[in-house]
């Protein structure tokens, strides 16, 4: 017989059914044989033979892939091709690679006989499948793996050797963590520790405090008297003064004058503290910075300084010293404005004194070439005694009219007062002359009247301007003496009796927390990235 490998049996359902004896599967197996007892349609159907065609070229694995995609396949179908290629035994790295390893294999996955395989349930083990209708069965090879059934006892052997492998590592691993601990983090800070406690050399600090205060004056009011008083008036001062005495300037006057960068230059300084004896002044003012603290308050004004050195004595000497420079500095800030206020009040002042007398020296003048005191009353003595003079000379013109209107006139009378009136009239022509004759300088008495009050006009206009810069003087002093700015101490320097640095146990605990931080930083670091190139 042709299928002698097939068996036919009759089953229940009514329609006989091939099935595959227990054999090794061919490597290329052919299609199965139909059944002689398939349906009398389908026997009957002629079988379409394909002509010869060239074997086409083969294709790559990637290449077949697309072809799949290309024919839009739900993912359905993509679904039942994993699952039937799984019941073929097959290890699929997708779905599309699921449908070109079945179609290696001669299975069509999207046949309706091959679906209701995958969609059927399975059958237990010796239990025949439930088929209504003839199908050719294909059972998949026997695994050479089969589970093992194990009973307690070695159950609980593999439970406690996988607690025991875990337990194992968990302590390895925590070794090894104590190791890095150890290495990273504990060491490091006993050597912070050794050092602090046993090498670094002891440092004395001096502290003072002080403000720079304005002198008030009295009686300024307005925008001027607003903040008077007030840490804000002096706040710049203030800022200007921190600024200078933590500047190299500074440092080099200490240089120059105490000796600030000998006393770190000894062999009792510890290496790390030290300076070299050719240290640059740029290495100098490091240090200087570290060991010169200087802070400023601004809401109450107060200027905190803190000097760090190796001897009691010296930390106080250079704390007054640095006290000297900032009242010498305030000084410069304030004298140059208060002198240019002074200097310009005073010359003006010096210059309206001086016109003033020069305008007394002309107004003397004019009286000594004119031969008189007062121009001006001369003139008005003889406009007086001229009215006077014409008075009479009315009274006596006055007297000689009536005498002439009698019949017989007394020609005595009437001679003696036409002599009186002549007499009269003469003297008031001598009065006139005085005043419009010249002096023995050429001019008359009304020139020098004129000049006179012209000189003495411009002397009161002097006396005026001498007075308002008298007053503007007054003002500038009371302004420069309320610029003048200085310092008033809070906190004296005092000589140390015990050193303040270094603080051992607060420099240890802070190194562990930085050796701490900067292990904790690159651990996460280096999981992070380990994570990133495993996956």
Do not use: W
Request: hydrophobic fraction near 35%; proline fraction near 6%.
């Amino acid at each position: 017989m042709p299928n002698s490998n097939k068996t036919l049996r009759i089953l229940r359902g009514g329609g006989p059914e091939a099935v595959d004896a227990p054999q090794p599967k061919p490597v290329n197996p052919a299609p199965p044989a139909q059944s002689q007892a398939q349906n009398p349609a389908q026997q009957q159907r002629p079988q379409a033979v394909a002509p010869e065609q060239p074997a086409a070229p083969r294709l790559t694995p990637r290449e077949e892939i697309e072809q799949i995609k290309q024919e839009n396949l739900t993912g359905r179908e993509l679904r039942i091709a994993r699952r039937m290629a799984q019941r073929h035994n097959l290890s699929p790295t997708s779905d599309l690679d699921a449908v070109r390893l079945l179609r290696g294999q001669g299975i069509d996955p999207f046949s309706k006989q091959e679906i209701g395989s995958v969609l059927a349930p399975v059958p237990a083990e010796g239990q025949e499948p439930n088929v209504a209708l003839p199908a050719t069965v294909r059972k998949s090879p026997v695994s050479d793996h089969k589970p093992q059934v194990i009973d307690d006892d070695s159950r609980e052997r593999e439970v406690r050797k996988i607690q025991k492998g875990l337990v194992k590592r968990r302590r390895k691993r925590l070794g090894i963590l104590m190791v890095k601990l150890a290495c990273y983090v504990f060491l490091p800070s006993i050597i912070a520790g050794y050092y602090f406690y046993k090498v670094a050399t002891p440092m004395y600090a001096t502290y003072s405090e002080f403000v720079i205060q304005s002198a008030d004056a009295p009686g300024v009011a307005g925008a001027a008297g607003l903040f008077s008083g007030s840490p804000l008036e002096t706040v710049t001062d203030s800022i200007t003064v921190q600024g200078y005495l933590t500047s190299r300037d500074a440092m080099l006057r200490l240089d120059a004058g105490p000796g600030f960068r000998t006393l770190f230059q000894g062999d009792n300084i510890d290496v790390l503290q030290r300076l070299e004896d050719d240290a640059s002044n740029e290495e100098s003012y490091k240090a200087y910075k570290k060991r010169i603290i200087i802070g400023f308050d601004p809401t109450e004004g107060v200027i905190k300084m803190e000097v760090i050195t190796p001897s009691p004595e010296s930390s106080k000497q250079i704390s007054a010293t640095l006290i000297q420079y900032a009242e010498e500095r305030v000084e410069q800030l304030t004298s140059r404005l208060r002198n240019d206020q002074m200097s310009g009040a005073e010359e003006i002042y010096n210059a309206a004194e001086i016109n003033m007398e020069k305008a007394f020296d002309e107004v003397a003048r004019l009286q000594i070439d004119g031969e008189t005191l007062n121009a001006e009353g001369e003139n008005t003595i003889i406009s007086g005694q001229i009215s006077s003079l014409e008075t009479q000379i009315t009274e006596k013109e006055l007297e000689l009219s009536r005498l002439l209107n009698n019949a017989r006139p007394n020609r005595t009378k009437v001679n003696v007062l036409e002599s009186d009136i002549s007499l009269l009239k003469r003297k008031i022509e001598e009065q006139r002359a005085k005043i419009s004759q010249t002096t023995a300088t050429g001019q008359s008495i009304i020139r020098i009247s004129a000049d006179l009050r012209k000189a003495e006009g411009k002397l009161v206009v002097r006396q005026q301007l001498l007075a308002t810069a008298l007053q503007n003087l007054e003002s500038a002093r009371v302004e420069a003496g309320r610029q003048t700015r200085y310092i008033s101490m809070g906190v004296s320097p005092v000589t140390p009796d015990k050193a303040s640095y270094p603080r051992s146990f607060e420099n240890t605990l802070l190194a562990f927390v930085v050796f701490a931080g900067i292990y904790l930083m690159l651990s996460l670091t280096v999981s992070i990235l380990r994570e990133q190139v495993t996956t």
